[in-house]
């Protein structure tokens, strides 16, 4: 059984008058221990829709679909606390503007655990000091009395997974984990990721820009473009918004004259037209790739998957 | 704007602009002249001509209250015109020069700030006399320091962008940069601090008149309104000091609601 | 001819040294990467070509001129402004949020060539045509423009003063993979068709690759390896270069930790 499912999932925010859209039509499956990656430009809504499992959407949003987490309808209210504070985690891009910067890092690891389990003071650190020790932190007794401006961003965003690790959740959803940092903390930082996930069986929904990192620690990957999810790669890329995304991307290997661009911009869904949302960009349109929403079939959204597959 | 100010700001700057439309209509709307002392009228009560009585020498304290807004009004905005600028002026020299300019800046500021305003209304009314020009100078200095040590602090977040090292590797003057992209990015900030500063500068000003330094007898002030209405409420009329008390508050409430919800939004 | 010599350049704030005893020059035309971490000091190090921040020690010329410390006139200021320019990484926060984008260019031109108002703007159309950008972009503020447009303006304004040098100090990696792509390719276009060197600072060694002739790796303020791009990523000779190689995401790669520390 699936750990958290969204069927037909959309999101939609005010905007003058109306609305805007910038989710549509999302169906997503985690199954238990699994780790999926939500693959993504800006205005793909892929962090948009990550947010909305725990209740982290825009003021005014209004929210379609069904979100089924565990069996259940993902609650409200005080139960989507809760769900929040003990099952469904979730790591930020920015560790620095989700930590109490005038807290030390002692306190923020240990408060869950005393409010929440009721943990006494004295057993929840030496529980901090060995969380730390987990995701790489040695001298823990020193870094539980430091404060987040003694630490560097890969320093904190492992403090911010060692927090996620004392709840122990089902779930971890990773907006952007590596992107504020170095190469090497990356590297390090989905190592932990990835090893504590098979160590305790968490799913994980990791959100990023990066095809290459979500390909490399993900069992399964979604490429989102204008606020729907466009392929669910398996394999080879099919859909030739990914084909794209993956030429452009200049390599280790070898260095070419051009690099083969997808012109134009990425657009969030609001913006796209009648037909298919990446056709003003794509290389195969044709006249009717203008008239209708190409329908998602065999893992791909796109009229002409067959035939460059 | 409308929405950006929201329900009472929009009321705040209605109230506002009414109370300024009447002073400038003060001698069309004004039932009567303002200094013409009436006997009949002498601490006289509500009535139908006189709908807020007469003061002590039985002058209308409705017109007064008219042509009083005036200086009232008109010399705390002077202030704030100067001590703006002057802040501004500095706090942008400050940020820009940095080092050692703005440590001594800073410093003086802090000085400035720690004094407070009244305090050098009283020292250059001493020099210059009692009257406007005194206080408007005086507390112009004493407010200099709340607007530039806001601007200073916003100053140096600007100037710490890419686009403003931009202009400088393009060659272009500090004075240049100063002038075409600081102060216009700054303005927001500059108009929000000033008018907060503005309800201020008003109860000064009526202080400042309440103890005789400012505006000099027999002109319609409604700080000096509160001063000889105290007198005259002895006596059993607290029209004239409860209306022209009740203008002042009214005046401050609505000044500083509106630098609030001005400062919200930059 | 070199364009930029670098050398012995030292910087220290406070206690923390920051750039220490870096060398380096950069050829006409050529395109020089300098790689590494946040921390490394290459920002630093690209500032002080520019002049936005003093060496403590070392000397820098450029175009065959010495930069010394020191104020300069305004003249002086102006040449050395067109000998050398930036495009800054963050393309929200570099450019002037109420200048409208043509305004940009022409306060630009304004500065270093007499031109009439009427050749002015013609002149930054055409730059907008070099950079990708059309006529209506002129009338648009920061705001109603994209990241990949907004770069493509402050490209077109470095442009603007003929400048023999650009600094590009991480000019794509706030970008979507789609539009950086675009970028690059903007960018060696520009060097094809003008008589202009690059000193590329980045971390991301894909894009470095993609972009430059010759590179040198910086940790901590100090040059751990330089030579040839192509045979440092070959064949890199130092642990640190290794490293940083072994860290980028490609197909097969698995992340790894290193020791706890």
Request: aromatic fraction near 4%; proline fraction near 6%; include cysteine.
């Given at each position: 059984?699936?750990?958290?499912?969204l069927e037909?999932?959309?999101?939609?925010?005010?905007?003058?008058?109306?609305?805007?859209?910038?989710?549509?039509?999302?169906?997503?499956t985690i199954?238990?221990?699994?780790?999926?990656?939500?693959?993504?430009?800006?205005?793909?809504?892929?962090?948009?829709?990550?947010?909305?499992?725990i209740?982290?959407?825009?003021?005014?949003?209004?929210?379609?679909?069904?979100?089924?987490?565990d069996g259940?309808?993902?609650?409200?209210?005080?139960?989507?606390?809760?769900l929040r504070?003990?099952?469904?985690a979730m790591?930020?891009?920015?560790?620095?503007a989700?930590i109490?910067p005038?807290?030390?890092?002692?306190?923020?690891?240990?408060?869950?655990?005393?409010?929440?389990?009721?943990?006494p003071?004295?057993?929840a650190?030496?529980?901090?000091?060995?969380?730390?020790?987990?995701?790489?932190?040695?001298?823990?007794?020193?870094?539980?009395?430091?404060?987040?401006?003694?630490l560097?961003?890969?320093?904190?965003?492992?403090v911010?997974?060692?927090?996620?690790?004392?709840?122990?959740?089902?779930?971890?959803?990773?907006?952007?984990?590596?992107?504020?940092?170095?190469?090497?903390?990356?590297?390090?930082?989905?190592?932990?990721?990835?090893?504590?996930?098979?160590?305790?069986?968490?799913?994980?929904?990791?959100?990023?820009?990066?095809?290459?990192?979500?390909?490399?620690?993900c069992?399964?990957?979604?490429?989102?473009?204008?606020g729907?999810i466009?392929?669910?790669?398996?394999?080879?890329?099919?859909h030739?918004?990914?084909?794209?995304l993956?030429?452009?991307?200049?390599?280790?290997?070898?260095?070419?004259?051009r690099?083969?661009?997808?012109?134009?911009?990425?657009?969030?869904?609001?913006?796209?037209?009648?037909?298919?949302?990446?056709?003003?960009?794509?290389?195969?349109?044709?006249?009717?790739?203008?008239?209708?929403?190409?329908?998602?079939?065999?893992?791909?959204?796109c009229?002409?998957?067959?035939?460059?597959? | 704007?409308?929405?950006?100010?929201?329900?009472?700001?929009?009321?705040?700057?209605?109230?506002?602009?009414?109370?300024?439309?009447?002073?400038l209509l003060?001698?069309?709307?004004?039932?009567?002249?303002?200094?013409?002392?009436?006997?009949?009228?002498?601490?006289?009560?509500?009535?139908?001509?006189?709908?807020?009585?007469?003061d002590?020498?039985?002058?209308?304290v409705?017109?007064?209250?008219?042509?009083?807004a005036?200086?009232?009004?008109?010399?705390?905005?002077?202030?704030?015109?100067?001590?703006?600028?002057?802040?501004?002026?500095?706090?942008?020299?400050?940020?820009?020069?940095?080092?050692k300019?703005?440590?001594?800046?800073?410093r003086?500021?802090?000085?400035?700030?720690s004094?407070?305003?009244?305090?050098?209304?009283?020292?250059?009314?001493?020099?210059?006399?009692?009257?406007?020009?005194?206080?408007?100078i005086?507390?112009?200095?004493?407010?200099?320091?709340?607007?530039a040590?806001?601007?200073?602090?916003?100053?140096?977040?600007?100037?710490?962008?890419p686009?403003?090292?931009?202009?400088?590797?393009?060659?272009?003057?500090?004075?240049?940069?100063?002038?075409?992209?600081?102060?216009?990015?700054?303005?927001?900030?500059?108009?929000a601090?000033?008018?907060?500063?503005?309800g201020f500068?008003?109860?000064?000003?009526?202080?400042?008149?309440?103890?005789?330094?400012?505006?000099?007898?027999?002109?319609?002030?409604?700080?000096?309104?509160?001063?000889?209405?105290?007198?005259?409420?002895?006596?059993?009329?607290p029209?004239?000091?409860?209306?022209?008390?009740?203008?002042?508050?009214?005046?401050v409430?609505?000044v500083?609601?509106?630098?609030?919800?001005?400062?919200?939004?930059? | 001819?070199?364009?930029?010599?670098?050398?012995?350049?030292?910087?220290?704030?406070?206690?923390?040294?920051?750039?220490d005893?870096?060398?380096?020059?950069?050829?006409?035309?050529?395109?020089l990467?300098?790689?590494?971490?946040?921390?490394?000091?290459?920002?630093t190090?690209?500032?002080?070509?520019?002049?936005?921040e003093?060496?403590?020690?070392?000397?820098?010329s450029?175009?065959?001129?010495?930069?010394?410390?020191?104020?300069?006139?305004?003249?002086?200021?102006r040449?050395?402004?067109?000998?050398?320019?930036?495009?800054?990484?963050?393309p929200?926060?570099?450019?002037?949020?109420?200048?409208?984008?043509?305004?940009?260019?022409?306060?630009?031109?304004?500065?270093?060539?007499?031109?009439?108002?009427?050749?002015?703007?013609?002149?930054?159309?055409?730059?907008?045509?070099?950079?990708?950008?059309?006529?209506?972009?002129?009338?648009?503020?920061?705001?109603?423009?994209?990241?990949?447009?907004?770069?493509?303006?402050?490209?077109?304004?470095?442009l603007?003063?003929?400048?023999?040098?650009?600094?590009?100090?991480?000019?794509v990696?706030?970008?979507?993979?789609?539009?950086?792509?675009?970028?690059?390719?903007?960018?060696?276009?520009?060097?094809?068709?003008?008589?202009?060197?690059?000193?590329?600072?980045?971390?991301?060694?894909?894009?470095?690759?993609?972009?430059?002739?010759?590179?040198?790796?910086?940790?901590?303020?100090?040059?751990?390896e330089?030579?040839?791009?192509?045979?440092?990523?070959?064949?890199?000779?130092?642990?640190?270069?290794?490293?940083?190689?072994?860290?980028?995401?490609?197909?097969g790669?698995?992340?790894?930790?290193?020791?706890a520390?």
């Amino acid at each position: 059984m699936s750990l958290l499912t969204l069927e037909g999932f959309g999101l939609a925010v005010p905007y003058g008058r109306g609305r805007r859209t910038l989710v549509e039509q999302v169906d997503l499956t985690i199954g238990r221990g699994e780790a999926v990656g939500l693959v993504g430009e800006s205005g793909s809504g892929k962090s948009m829709t990550a947010r909305a499992v725990i209740g982290l959407t825009p003021p005014g949003a209004r929210v379609t679909g069904r979100i089924v987490f565990d069996g259940a309808e993902v609650p409200s209210g005080r139960a989507l606390r809760r769900l929040r504070a003990e099952r469904i985690a979730m790591i930020f891009q920015d560790p620095r503007a989700h930590i109490n910067p005038v807290r030390s890092v002692g306190d923020f690891l240990t408060e869950a655990m005393i409010h929440n389990l009721g943990t006494p003071v004295r057993q929840a650190s030496a529980r901090a000091v060995r969380l730390l020790k987990e995701v790489g932190i040695g001298d823990g007794e020193r870094r539980l009395r430091q404060y987040p401006h003694e630490l560097s961003g890969g320093l904190l965003q492992r403090v911010m997974i060692a927090s996620v690790l004392a709840v122990e959740p089902d779930l971890v959803l990773a907006d952007e984990p590596t992107t504020a940092l170095d190469v090497t903390s990356q590297s390090e930082v989905m190592a932990i990721l990835d090893e504590l996930r098979r160590e305790r069986g968490m799913a994980m929904l990791l959100i990023t820009h990066d095809l290459e990192l979500a390909a490399a620690t993900c069992d399964r990957l979604a490429v989102m473009y204008a606020g729907r999810i466009v392929e669910d790669i398996d394999g080879e890329p099919r859909h030739p918004y990914t084909r794209g995304l993956m030429r452009s991307r200049p390599s280790l290997e070898e260095a070419v004259h051009r690099l083969p661009v997808i012109p134009g911009r990425p657009v969030a869904a609001f913006e796209a037209g009648e037909g298919c949302a990446f056709g003003p960009r794509c290389d195969l349109a044709e006249p009717r790739c203008r008239e209708t929403r190409p329908p998602f079939v065999r893992g791909v959204a796109c009229l002409r998957a067959e035939e460059t597959a | 704007m409308t929405r950006r100010l929201g329900g009472p700001g929009v009321a705040a700057a209605v109230l506002l602009a009414a109370i300024v439309a009447i002073t400038l209509l003060a001698p069309l709307l004004a039932p009567y002249n303002p200094d013409l002392p009436d006997l009949f009228n002498a601490l006289g009560g509500a009535t139908a001509a006189h709908p807020l009585g007469g003061d002590a020498l039985g002058r209308d304290v409705l017109s007064r209250l008219m042509y009083g807004a005036r200086t009232t009004l008109l010399a705390p905005v002077l202030v704030i015109c100067v001590a703006s600028a002057a802040g501004t002026t500095l706090a942008i020299v400050a940020a820009w020069a940095g080092g050692k300019v703005d440590a001594v800046v800073s410093r003086l500021l802090d000085v400035l700030f720690s004094v407070p305003g009244i305090v050098f209304a009283l020292v250059t009314v001493a020099v210059l006399g009692p009257g406007v020009p005194g206080v408007v100078i005086g507390l112009a200095v004493a407010y200099t320091p709340y607007v530039a040590r806001v601007v200073r602090s916003a100053a140096l977040r600007e100037r710490g962008l890419p686009y403003v090292a931009a202009a400088w590797v393009q060659g272009r003057s500090a004075t240049a940069i100063c002038l075409r992209h600081l102060l216009p990015n700054l303005r927001p900030i500059i108009v929000a601090q000033s008018v907060s500063a503005l309800g201020f500068a008003v109860i000064d000003v009526a202080a400042v008149s309440f103890l005789g330094l400012g505006v000099q007898p027999p002109t319609a002030d409604w700080g000096l309104m509160v001063k000889s209405g105290l007198d005259s409420a002895m006596r059993g009329q607290p029209l004239e000091a409860l209306s022209a008390g009740l203008l002042i508050a009214l005046v401050v409430a609505a000044v500083n609601l509106l630098g609030d919800r001005l400062g919200r939004q930059s | 001819m070199s364009v930029i010599e670098a050398e012995r350049l030292r910087k220290v704030y406070g206690d923390a040294t920051a750039v220490d005893e870096v060398s380096f020059t950069v050829a006409e035309g050529e395109s020089l990467a300098i790689v590494g971490e946040s921390g490394s000091g290459k920002t630093t190090v690209a500032r002080m070509l520019l002049g936005l921040e003093t060496p403590t020690a070392g000397t820098i010329s450029v175009c065959g001129r010495p930069r010394p410390p020191g104020r300069v006139s305004a003249g002086e200021r102006r040449r050395r402004a067109r000998e050398i320019q930036i495009v800054f990484q963050d393309p929200y926060s570099s450019l002037d949020r109420l200048q409208r984008a043509g305004d940009v260019i022409e306060t630009s031109l304004a500065l270093h060539f007499p031109l009439t108002p009427a050749e002015r703007r013609k002149k930054a159309l055409d730059l907008f045509e070099s950079v990708g950008l059309a006529e209506r972009h002129a009338a648009m503020l920061p705001r109603q423009l994209s990241g990949g447009q907004r770069q493509r303006v402050a490209i077109a304004r470095a442009l603007a003063v003929e400048p023999r040098v650009l600094v590009l100090d991480e000019a794509v990696a706030a970008l979507d993979v789609s539009i950086q792509a675009q970028i690059l390719n903007l960018l060696a276009d520009i060097r094809e068709q003008r008589s202009i060197s690059y000193v590329f600072i980045s971390h991301d060694l894909a894009v470095v690759n993609q972009i430059s002739d010759t590179a040198i790796v910086m940790r901590h303020g100090r040059v751990v390896e330089r030579g040839n791009t192509r045979d440092l990523l070959r064949e890199p000779q130092e642990d640190y270069t290794r490293a940083l190689l072994a860290a980028v995401p490609r197909p097969g790669w698995k992340p790894t930790r290193r020791n706890a520390q």
